[in-house]
């Protein structure tokens, strides 16, 4: 029959990866046969591979319309729901799809990973172990057991794990997400490693360059910013004051969204921010990579790297001359399609280049940029959910940070500091259980761990005002978390870590001027904490030089940031 002729050659161009004449002829076999199944799944799968996700999932629907027990739509449906970021339609679809097909791997990975998104931590951990059961070679599945033991303090299930994770990330056989593997390791070798795994598990494919040698000759520095995070986000809130106070004399900015329109009040300001402002949610990597060479930006910088909705398959179509990674991400992107990464001394000295797959070029203060409107006001204590007296030391890190080291340290200064409290961020029921379980077992009252809710931004701010010391965490320390601290005038105390994540904090005080809040060693940490929560007038003094240094240290200048990156990018262009 003619139709199946049709698709016997749209197979075999599939198979070469011709793409568009696969689909092409994919169309035409559909057309002599609406109900062939197999022909809109494949139809999704190229889809799918240029990143047209909507389009892909109108595909398996199709597919699942003709024949709802179609296990490889089912599979490649929840895949494509992941993608889309409707977590418990996809955990829907991989049960469904395991009802049918027991055992299929590539829906347990699914379920596993979508189990972690939902926040279902202990069902993610048996779901890890399950997929591990059924493949044991299957890159995922112990670094998704180990990133889902992280989120709960499960240090114990984390830590049998660890030999297995790093011998897999070395060798290249254990696929773990690169971000959250920084709160696991802070070896930068492994870091690096553990990226170009990640990149690498793309596939994607080799393609010839879009920006081909060409000199654009624009009068202004045409840069262009890719985000997935314009909504209520960190990095919406830290670059927003940069892009609208970059020079327009000598740049054009333009702004490249692949996330969500939140109709928060930061994603109407940072489409207000840009000359040009491009929504590209529902578009594929090619289209974008495409715009971005009409566009003919000069110097395109990447603002996700390795976190959600990564850009690596549109930047691997080389849409500029140049390709910086930034603040997104903290450490290098394992990627040969970025050239640059624009960090400072102290995140990334003088010998760590090997460390690092893009040229390190270091702004003269620090890489983090900063824009704070003035604190507000204070809530009371009891407002805050913390008792009346007391010293109150906090960390509002994320709980993958929390390492059973770390909060060793924080339980004996509980027991040496009568009275006093640890405020931390909530995150999970597990990760509630696990630490007050802890601190009973260290004899403390689990009373004395108070957790904080979620809230927005400015309430977060606020509150902070109460802590007395900030804790941050090794071998990823507070970012943001750090930044707001310092702004809310609240002393923390880092170690200086091993690698740019772990050195973060370290930045952040040394360029405020107040590098005595750095130690070296876990021991260091522990003795300046205990020494500023029981002698007030050191702690005080501290305090005192933090509020002058807002407004006379670099750090919170945001001007002289915006000077520092344009210096880098104009830099970057005639290097």
């Not at 029959?1 to 004449?21: C, N, P, S, T």
């Not at 339609?89 to 829906?107: E, I, Q, Y």
């Not at 594929?284 to 390795?306: N, P, S, W």
């Amino acid at each position: 029959m003619q139709f199946e002729h049709i698709y016997d050659q749209a197979l075999a161009l599939h198979r070469q990866g011709r793409l568009a004449e696969a689909d092409a002829l994919y169309a035409q076999a559909l057309a002599l046969k609406p109900d062939l199944v197999e022909a809109h799944n494949n139809r999704g799968a190229i889809r799918q591979m240029a990143g047209d996700w909507e389009g892909a999932l109108a595909c398996y629907d199709g597919a699942l319309r003709l024949r709802p027990d179609y296990v490889e739509a089912l599979a490649n449906r929840g895949n494509c729901l992941i993608q889309l970021r409707r977590w418990h339609d996809a955990l829907a679809a991989f049960d469904k799809t395991l009802k049918l097909s027991p055992g299929r791997v590539s829906a347990l990975n699914g379920r596993a990973g979508t189990l972690s998104k939902l926040k279902r931590f202990p069902q993610a951990l048996a779901a890890y172990g399950q997929l591990h059961a059924a493949d044991r070679q299957n890159p995922y599945a112990l670094g998704g057991a180990a990133v889902a033991a992280m989120q709960m303090c499960d240090w114990a299930s984390g830590e049998k794990l660890r030999p297995a994770v790093e011998a897999g990330v070395a060798r290249g056989t254990a696929i773990v997400p690169p971000f959250l593997f920084l709160g696991f390791s802070g070896n930068p070798a492994l870091q690096l490693r553990c990226a170009q795994n990640a990149v690498a598990e793309l596939s994607l494919p080799s393609v010839a360059p879009l920006w081909r040698g060409e000199a654009y000759g624009h009068a202004r520095l045409r840069i262009g910013y890719l985000s997935a995070d314009y909504c209520q986000h960190p990095v919406a809130l830290l670059i927003a004051k940069l892009i609208e106070d970059h020079d327009r004399s000598r740049f054009e900015v333009l702004g490249f969204s692949t996330g969500p329109d939140d109709a928060s009040a930061i994603r109407g300001r940072m489409a207000k921010a840009f000359d040009q402002f491009h929504d590209l949610r529902a578009r594929g990597a090619a289209e974008i990579a495409q715009l971005i060479r009409r566009l003919e930006v000069d110097i395109l910088v990447d603002l996700t790297g390795h976190t959600e909705g990564d850009h690596f398959a549109i930047l691997n179509h080389r849409p500029a001359p140049v390709q910086v990674n930034w603040l997104g991400y903290p450490g290098t992107d394992g990627a040969p399609s970025l050239d640059y990464i624009l960090a400072d001394a102290t995140v990334a000295p003088l010998g760590h280049e090997p460390f690092f797959s893009e040229k390190i070029v270091r702004l003269p203060d620090c890489y983090f940029p900063t824009a704070y409107d003035p604190c507000p006001v204070a809530p009371s204590r009891a407002e805050a959910g913390l008792p009346e007296a007391g010293f109150v030391f906090a960390s509002f890190n994320n709980s993958w940070k929390i390492t059973r080291d770390v909060f060793a340290v924080w339980l004996r200064l509980l027991q040496a500091v009568p009275g006093s409290v640890l405020w931390l961020l909530d995150a999970n029921d597990s990760f509630r259980d696990n630490l007050r379980r802890a601190a009973s077992s260290a004899g403390l009252d689990p009373a004395r761990l108070i957790f904080a809710p979620r809230t927005d931004a400015d309430s977060h701010l606020a509150r902070q005002q109460l802590a007395d010391l900030m804790l941050d965490t090794s071998p990823y320390n507070g970012h943001m978390t750090t930044s707001d601290a310092l702004w809310a005038g609240v002393p923390l105390v880092t170690v200086l870590g091993t690698a740019f994540a772990g050195r973060v904090a370290a930045s952040l005080l040394q360029t405020l001027g107040v590098p005595e809040l750095i130690t070296s060693s876990m021991e260091d940490y522990e003795a300046l904490a205990l020494t500023l929560a029981k002698d007030p007038a050191p702690l005080a003094g501290l305090r005192a030089k933090l509020a002058s240094a807002r407004t006379s240290s670099p750090l919170f200048n945001s001007d002289r940031m915006r000077q520092n990156v344009e210096d880098a990018l104009l830099a970057m262009r005639t290097a």
